[in-house]
């Protein structure tokens, strides 16, 4: 099994940044991708950004060129560095690795508030 825990949310003024941490523990060596999702209240679970094993990156249109997903593989840590945050970025953001055998995990998500 593999657990995944987030730290890094908090409150933060619009246009400020803050940067998620999600380290990986356990049977970490069949990991291959991980990514940040985000759920807003009264919505649905979107994706975020997502980084292969070998450092590929996608993200959602509405965080190009604010967020930046990265991974440190040594540390089996992933990270999401979030710039010029806006309000309708405030959801609870949550980290997912998928491992070569199919199986999907979750961390238990933390929160990020963006408001003045």
């Known amino acids: 099994q593999v657990q995944l825990v987030e730290s890094g949310g908090g409150l933060v003024q619009p246009g400020g940044s803050l940067r998620l941490s999600c380290a990986a523990s356990g049977r970490t060596f069949g990991i291959t991708g991980m990514g940040w999702y985000r759920q807003a209240p009264g919505k649905q679970r979107e994706v975020v950004a997502a980084?292969?094993?070998?450092?590929?990156?996608n993200y959602a249109d509405s965080v190009k060129g604010r967020f930046i997903i990265s991974r440190d593989n040594a540390k089996n840590t992933v990270y999401l560095q979030m710039n010029s945050l806006k309000p309708e970025d405030t959801a609870v953001y949550s980290c997912n690795a998928n491992d070569l055998w199919g199986r999907e995990y979750w961390g238990q998500g933390t929160q990020v508030t963006v408001s003045s």
């Open positions: 980084i292969t094993s070998g450092g590929n990156t």
